[in-house]
Structure formats: structure tokens, C-alpha cells
């Protein structure tokens, strides 16, 4: 990200010790154990409706922070997440989630940490949540 974008992230996250911010490509490997060890993985996409990174917490198993998008709802059914009301552009709605999520004994609000899920079930969600668009047009 740029400078103000790193500048503000790094500010928000207070130097929380629980809070860790990668900035740079992380190695699969290294990702891998990261997601497997992660409270939360935050994934604040707006605009992008099948975010890799968000995918890819789930698939590990890693509970999210995200979005109340219906896509979103859609893919994260039964999984765990903590997903924040979007009617308000600003960054309150995820601020508000993140503290939420880093009060002590926090858990999803719903689903709990799972075992992995399949890209199958991911790619079962996506093709009803469009199957449903289309239907509703």
C-alpha cells in the first residue's frame, strides 16, 4: 500500500503485540502457518466480491473479519466470521469489529473456527450466490 494507507493501518493498530501487519509477499509455507495460528484474519474488501486472501482464511480454517455483503454472507454461511455493517462508508464499522474481536475470549459471531473447507464448498457458494442474482434480476 502507500505510505498514508501503511501509516494509518500502523496507527490503528495501536502496537497491539496480538496484532501482526505484513506489508510484503509472505512465502505459501509461512502463509500457511499464519492462517493455522490466526485469531482473526481481517479482510475489509468492499469493491472485490471473491477476495483470494479472504478465501483462502477460510479455507484454513481461520475465522474473518469482513464485510456484511451478501456475497460475503453467502460464502462465509457456517464458517467462522464476524462480518460488520457496511452502511456506514467510514472505518467505524471495521474499527468497531476489530475491537470487538481482540476483547479477551472473543469468538466468531457466527460459525467457530472450522476445519478447512473445501474450494468445492467455496466454489458451491459462489455459483448459488450468482445462480440466486441472476434468478432475482
Known amino acids: 500500500p502507500d505510505e498514508t494507507v501503511r501509516a494509518e493501518t500502523l496507527a490503528t493498530a495501536g502496537g497491539d503485540s496480538r496484532i501482526r501487519l505484513r506489508f510484503e509477499h509472505v512465502p505459501d509455507a509461512e502463509l500457511v502457518a499464519l ?3 490466526a485469531d482473526w484474519v481481517i479482510c475489509p474488501y468492499s469493491a472485490i466480491d471473491n477476495p483470494g486472501a479472504r478465501n483462502l482464511a477460510l479455507a484454513y480454517g481461520a475465522p474473518v473479519i469482513a464485510p456484511a455483503l451478501p456475497v460475503v454472507q453467502a460464502i462465509t454461511a457456517g464458517c467462522p466470521a464476524l462480518l460488520y455493517d ?3 462508508p467510514g472505518p467505524a464499522p471495521l ?3 476489530i475491537a470487538d474481536a481482540a476483547r479477551p475470549g ?3 459471531v457466527q460459525g467457530r473456527r472450522s476445519a478447512p473447507i473445501s474450494r468445492r464448498r467455496q466454489a458451491e457458494a459462489t455459483a448459488q ?3 440466486d442474482a441472476v434468478a432475482a434480476a
Open 35 to 37: 492462517l493455522c495460528a
Open 86 to 88: 457496511t452502511d456506514d
Open 95 to 97: 474499527a468497531d469489529a
Open 106 to 108: 472473543a469468538a466468531p
Open 129 to 131: 450466490l450468482y445462480q
